[in-house]
């Protein structure tokens, strides 16, 4: 996902992008690697997720952090350092909603399993293009 898009989440979802701003000895943030056309997906987990972290205890609210979101098999795969009930039951939601929604534009997408990608949820007109996703090593690290 491109970088600009990446920290719009991370400045309006604070608490479950905190990973972004702070540093962890283990499960520190790993970025966003999915592409764009899932941003809204993501967009409105993570207006769900950052609902549900507020109503937590102030000292326990970092556990419910953001780890990496990104494809895998064809859909969206969204990590946590940890999840309440509530919090999977929206994750699923997401990934589910994922596999209709075109990974690159947005437009309604298929699982497809036909290209030399592996699974790729896309549309019609993605099919098949070739699109340079950013790579992982140049997703926005934490800066300290
Ligand atoms: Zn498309």
Not at 49 to 59: A, G, Q, T, V, Y
Not at 103 to 118: I, K, S, T, W, Y
Request: hydrophobic share 35%; proline share 5%.
């Amino acid at each position: 996902m491109k970088e600009d898009l990446i920290w719009a989440l991370a400045f309006d979802y604070p608490r479950l992008y905190i990973g972004t701003r702070r540093r962890y000895e283990s499960a520190s943030f790993q970025g966003i690697t999915c592409g764009d056309g899932w941003e809204p997906i993501v967009r409105w987990l993570s207006a769900a997720l950052e609902r549900l972290i507020e109503i937590e205890p102030k000292d326990e609210q970092e556990f419910y952090r953001c780890i990496e979101v990104r494809e895998r098999y064809g859909g969206l795969e969204f990590y946590m350092n940890d999840a309440t009930d509530e919090m999977t039951k929206l994750v699923k939601i997401a990934t589910s909603e994922s596999f209709k929604v075109c990974e690159f534009c947005g437009q309604p997408g298929v699982l497809r399993q036909d290209g030399r990608r592996g699974a790729k949820t896309l549309c019609e007109g993605c099919r098949g293009k070739v699109v340079v996703l950013p790579l992982a090593m140049s997703a926005p690290v934490p800066h300290f």
